[in-house]
């Protein structure tokens, strides 16, 4: 994601929270609501199969803050936020496989309700009700 696309993506996003710990970067999250103008495939696909449900985007942690519990903290309050619309729904690679997110997610309540993409690239969607 370039810079402009980045700004794009802003505009349209429910939230775009900076982590910051100690007045450090930390990483970023992107979350969307329902019935926003976000052109993603996969929040799309989300959208139509669903009237009430968060969407999360992307979550960055940087590499020093990584396997601290920062991203479970993270979770915890976008878990809080996406309450009220029923579920939270997001996508983790599987070609190229991220493990890590998988495991991570499993352990958390999310299941996999489908599957999106081809040989070079594909994701998981994954729901978690709340």
Not at 17 to 28: K, Q, T
């Amino acid at each position: 994601m370039d810079e402009a696309r980045l700004h794009e993506v802003r505009e349209s996003a429910d939230r775009f929270d900076v982590l910051d710990v100690d007045g450090a970067f930390a990483g970023f999250v992107i979350t969307f609501a329902p019935g926003a103008a976000y052109d993603s495939v996969n929040y799309r696909w989300f959208a139509a199969r669903h009237e009430r449900f968060y969407y999360l985007d992307r979550i960055v942690l940087h590499e020093g803050f990584r396997r601290r519990g920062l991203g479970g903290q993270v979770y915890d309050e976008i878990e809080r936020i996406a309450a009220p619309y029923t579920r939270l729904a997001l996508e983790v690679n599987l070609v190229p496989r991220n493990d890590a997110s998988l495991a991570f997610h499993a352990a958390r309540g999310y299941r996999e309700v489908g599957r999106l993409g081809d040989d070079e690239h594909l994701v998981a969607m994954l729901e978690k009700p709340l």
